[in-house]
């Protein structure tokens, strides 16, 4: 969503570095350089010139002109600026004192209020509530089947008394002639919430119609729901990528229905982004929730300081993190980190674990996306395809729990029976034994101490042979005689340490390394959020 924003401030920053000081012409430059790459975004021009007013008179004053390190500070400035502008702070739910807590959805039709809605529900339902999905979409054609597909998916029961529309004709209004009447959704709406008290559902969630543009039918038919259920939250549910047209829209709403908090769906499209950066700002009213996919776990609450991390090219850590929590199971990690600690070799049904948990997290590319330094390979993350993860499983799958657990009994007869069944050829299998044997070599070389690891990642305290004893000093090589002998030999061990360098960061199953694309050298561990550095470390 943001990456032309993202690339476009990066290349303004990168003409920062190396400067002691900056010149007002410094700062000028650098704010039409951001204002240029907000507008082209397709942000607001009110939000434009607010944001590039605040940043040059603070990017002017003592706190850019004072700093050991102005460059940096100016970024500084800059993250800060957009956090302010998606809203500061997180905002949550507001859940009522006696139950249910009720929530109503706004929005244009298309903006994906009926699919969010099995979202919300799926997200709440997680997080312990009981929530109830209300059909008072009537008019819309078959939304009342989508929503029950949708609560079906995310196991969410649906309060549906009428079937709405399913006739393909959209309703115009109330009955009479040229138009169509399929039922109330004010009645259906009340209704909904006195069944959700007597079923004692805690959270209902009521999914409304709305229009392809804003129009007083619409508002109307919005503020008499409101009115009839008193919503304690009303969430706008804008499409992510309709851009400028955005926050016409949101201050239209907001007028007619008085919504409480954003929802921004189809954030993982490729549009440029401006809606985010510009209703919170327009309205007033916080961005609390993203949606991202067509998948119910495809939701998330929505962060100011970390979008605003994401579109520097910060990375976002602290949500990579969170998935992988939810996704990862405790006894699975526990039975894993053993057998590391005791050099056990990490077999296919430990792969097969694996796997599973990472789909849980979602697009293995999304996830990637969110790790510092990540920018300069963008090309080769769009290019990668998810579904090499399936056709990898595939061949997992075709082999014998023996085979999972002796990769080396794994001779040619078999190799070619495990191709057969996947549908992969003989090559693919020898390729991904290949990797995993390296895989294995490279966890059991970093819980002895690093020695074959990965290049400048520390061993395991306290475990492997190494760490029982004092290390031995390596003895150096001898250095031959002959002057150019001895020039091939330092240039073939310069490009060794090169190479080893470049690949530190490639995957055991085939993923662009490191050093495969430009700033993957900008990536510094030392940035990486505090408590961060026990998964880099293994311990």
């Known amino acids: 969503m943001f990456a032309s924003l993202s690339d476009r401030l990066t290349a303004t920053f990168k003409n920062l570095r190396g400067k002691g000081r900056l010149s007002e012409s410094d700062v000028n430059s650098t704010i039409r350089d951001i204002r240029l790459a907000l507008l082209d975004a397709d942000v607001a021009l009110p939000v434009v010139k607010r944001f590039t007013s605040r940043v040059r008179e603070r990017a002017l004053g003592a706190e850019v002109s004072g700093a050991l390190n102005p460059a940096q500070q100016v970024v500084k400035i800059v993250q800060e600026e957009l956090v302010g502008i998606l809203g500061g702070q997180t905002r949550q739910l507001v859940l009522a004192k006696?139950?249910?807590?009720?929530?109503?959805?706004?929005?244009?039709?298309?903006?994906?209020?009926?699919?969010?809605?099995?979202?919300?529900?799926?997200?709440?339902?997680?997080?312990?509530?009981?929530?109830?999905?209300?059909?008072a979409d009537l008019q819309r054609p078959n939304a009342v089947t989508q929503l029950e597909v949708v609560g079906e998916r995310a196991g969410i029961p649906v309060f549906a008394p009428e079937r709405g529309n399913v006739g393909g004709h959209d309703a115009v209004g109330d009955s009479g002639e040229g138009t169509h009447s399929f039922g109330d959704p004010v009645a259906?709406?009340?209704?909904?919430?006195?069944?959700?008290?007597?079923?004692?559902?805690?959270?209902?969630?009521?999914?409304?119609?709305?229009?392809?543009?804003?129009?007083?039918?619409?508002?109307?038919?919005?503020?008499?729901?409101?009115?009839?259920?008193?919503?304690?939250?009303?969430?706008?549910?804008?499409?992510?990528?309709?851009?400028?047209?955005?926050?016409?829209?949101?201050?239209?709403?907001?007028?007619?229905?008085?919504?409480?908090?954003?929802?921004?769906?189809k954030l993982d499209g490729d549009a440029r982004g401006g809606a985010a950066l510009s209703v919170a700002e327009i309205t007033g009213e916080p961005i609390m929730f993203a949606s991202t996919g067509e998948k119910v776990s495809e939701f998330e609450v929505f962060h100011p300081d970390r979008m605003a991390s994401r579109i520097l090219e910060m990375g976002d850590v602290l949500t990579l993190i969170e998935q992988a929590e939810k996704a990862f199971d405790k006894r699975q990690t526990d039975e894993m980190a053993r057998k590391f600690l005791a050099?056990?070799?990490?077999?296919?049904?430990?792969?097969?674990?694996?796997?599973?948990?990472?789909?849980?997290?979602?697009?293995?590319?999304?996830?990637?996306?969110?790790?510092?330094?990540?920018?300069?390979?963008?090309?080769?993350?769009?290019?990668?395809?998810?579904?090499?993860?399936?056709?990898?499983?595939?061949?997992?799958?075709?082999?014998?729990?023996?085979?999972?657990?002796?990769?080396?009994?794994?001779?040619?007869?078999?190799?070619?029976?495990?191709?057969?069944?996947?549908?992969?050829?003989?090559?693919?299998?020898?390729?991904?034994?290949?990797?995993?044997?390296?895989?294995?070599?490279?966890?059991?070389?970093?819980?002895?101490?690093?020695?074959?690891?990965?290049?400048?990642?520390?061993?395991?305290?306290?475990?492997?042979?190494?760490?029982?004893?004092?290390?031995?000093?390596?003895?150096?090589?001898?250095?031959?005689?002959?002057?150019?002998?001895?020039?091939?030999?330092?240039?073939?061990?310069?490009?060794?340490?090169?190479?080893?360098?470049?690949?530190?960061?490639?995957?055991?199953?085939g993923l662009p390394s490191a050093g495969a694309g430009p700033g993957a050298a900008d990536f510094d561990p030392a940035n990486l959020p505090k408590g961060f550095e026990k998964f880099l470390g293994g311990s």
């Open 98 to 135: 006696t139950p249910p807590t009720v929530i109503m959805l706004a929005g244009l039709q298309g903006s994906g209020k009926t699919t969010l809605a099995g979202k919300l529900g799926k997200w709440l339902k997680d997080q312990g509530h009981t929530p109830l999905l209300v059909a």
């Open 188 to 265: 259906v709406s009340r209704l909904g919430v006195e069944t959700a008290r007597a079923r004692q559902h805690d959270v209902v969630i009521v999914d409304t119609a709305g229009r392809l543009a804003v129009d007083t039918n619409l508002m109307q038919q919005a503020a008499d729901i409101r009115a009839a259920v008193q919503p304690d939250e009303v969430l706008f549910v804008i499409d992510a990528m309709i851009g400028q047209a955005a926050v016409e829209t949101a201050q239209a709403f907001h007028e007619g229905v008085a919504f409480t908090g954003v929802v921004l769906s």
């Open 343 to 509: 050099e056990e070799d990490f077999t296919f049904e430990d792969f097969l674990e694996q796997m599973s948990a990472l789909k849980k997290m979602g697009s293995l590319k999304s996830m990637l996306k969110m790790m510092p330094g990540m920018q300069g390979l963008r090309e080769q993350l769009d290019s990668f395809d998810d579904r090499e993860f399936d056709r990898v499983e595939a061949m997992v799958r075709s082999m014998t729990p023996f085979e999972r657990s002796h990769p080396k009994a794994i001779n040619g007869s078999r190799r070619m029976r495990i191709a057969k069944g996947s549908g992969a050829t003989v090559t693919d299998v020898n390729q991904l034994l290949v990797r995993f044997g390296d895989a294995q070599k490279m966890m059991k070389s970093l819980a002895r101490g690093g020695g074959g690891g990965l290049p400048g990642m520390p061993g395991v305290p306290g475990t492997g042979k190494k760490a029982r004893g004092k290390q031995q000093p390596q003895r150096r090589k001898s250095k031959s005689g002959n002057p150019a002998k001895r020039a091939a030999e330092e240039r073939a061990a310069a490009q060794k340490a090169a190479a080893a360098k470049s690949g530190a960061g490639a995957s055991a199953f």
